[in-house]
């Protein structure tokens, strides 16, 4: 199962939008819709930002958004703050067997 | 407070042995499947390995199985990684993390421990 694929960096302004894309393919992003999102700032615990490509857990603002098309996901920080600068992967189900896949990693800056 | 923190990390020689340990607090431990994720030096989240909530399911990333064996303790609320055959690309970060219900993600995450291999 080879990882799913993510820009290395993206960057935005205070305030700006950005958004992160995420491609697997039909056994992996396109085939289920399990993919979710984490926040990793290093030396800390990653944080689940978006499950089931879409849904927030309870506590992550409403700038973080997710969807889906195809075999790509993405990721949308809408108003940009400085403590969005982080590293953040996306993740996949990909069947029972080998159940998880993540991306490659997107580093986020806020200029 | 849910919680998972992780140990038995350290410095192991190519081909030694180590056993993680994650202890679960503030949460029903018996009712989540529980996994491991490391992370390389420079490099991005690989999934390791799953089990399910009774021990009866288990599932590996294909470069671990044979030499990976992850277990648990319900009574002790403890999720454990044996890594045997160890190499040293395997040097890492390594998280436990929680898995809810029958979505599939994974919603709590410990600070991890460093996995060193290297003669």
């Known amino acids: 199962q080879s990882a799913l694929t993510q820009p290395r960096s993206v960057s935005g302004s205070p305030g700006q939008s950005v958004t992160i894309s995420c491609t697997g393919t039909?056994?992996?992003?396109?085939?289920?819709?399990?993919v979710s999102w984490y926040q990793h700032h290093p030396g800390k615990a990653p944080k689940l930002m978006i499950y089931?490509?879409?849904k927030r857990p309870s506590g992550v603002p409403d700038r973080f958004s997710g969807s889906k098309s195809g075999n790509t996901a993405s990721l949308t920080i809408s108003g940009l703050q400085a403590e969005d600068e982080a590293d953040y992967y996306c993740?996949?189900?990909?069947?029972?067997?080998?159940?998880?896949?993540f991306g490659t990693g997107t580093k986020v800056t806020v200029l | 407070e849910v919680q998972l923190v992780e140990s038995g990390g350290g410095l192991v020689q190519p081909g030694g042995s180590l056993r993680l340990s994650c202890a679960a607090s503030?949460?029903?431990?018996?009712?989540?499947?529980m996994n491991w994720v490391r992370q390389a030096p420079g490099k991005g989240l690989e999934w390791v390995a799953n089990?399910?909530?009774?021990?009866?399911?288990?599932y590996y990333v294909d470069s671990v199985k044979g030499r990976f064996t992850i277990s648990r303790d319900n009574a002790k609320n403890s999720l454990y990684l044996q890594m045997n055959s160890l190499r040293a690309e395997e040097t890492a970060v390594y998280y436990c993390?929680?898995?809810?219900?029958?979505?599939?993600?994974?919603?709590?995450w410990g600070k991890g421990t460093t996995v060193t291999v290297s003669s």
């Open positions: 089990i399910k909530q009774d021990g009866s399911e288990k």
């Open positions: 993740c996949s189900y990909a069947g029972s067997y080998t159940p998880y896949v």
């Open positions: 039909s056994s992996d992003v396109g085939g289920y819709n399990y």
């Open positions: 993390a929680r898995e809810p219900g029958a979505d599939n993600y994974m919603d709590v």
């Open positions: 089931d490509v879409s």
């Open positions: 503030g949460f029903t431990f018996s009712s989540y499947w």
